[in-house]
């Protein structure tokens, strides 16, 4: 995989599609990261905590977007959950989720 291949489904039109279908926003910033400012709502799961959450995102039943600071991090839990059967997509950074809620 291409550098690049991190970012893919980092679009608003996934984005929105996703957050119609009631996903849910998992930012995998530290926790230090994510009390500075996040998208209202999201869960912080940190990227090297990802697969230790696979039950409780399983048994959620609910599509995620991931999302970080700038879109690596966030591309990486993406093909992490979606390589395990979850369903995900890779938001990018924060604020490009947060851009999409309607409020």
Known sequence: MGFFN???GNNTTSIEEYLD?????????????FARDHVEG????????????????????KPIITCCHSGARSGSAANILKQ????????????????CIKK
Do not use: Y
């Open 6 to 8: 991190l970012f893919d």
């Open 21 to 33: 279908k009631d996903a849910i926003v998992v930012d995998v910033r530290t926790v230090h990261e």
């Open 42 to 61: 999201s869960k912080n799961i940190p990227l090297n905590a990802i697969t230790s959450q696979f039950k409780e995102m399983i048994e959620l039943g």
């Open 84 to 99: 395990n059967g979850i369903d995900a997509i890779n938001g990018g950074p924060w604020q490009n989720v947060d851009s």
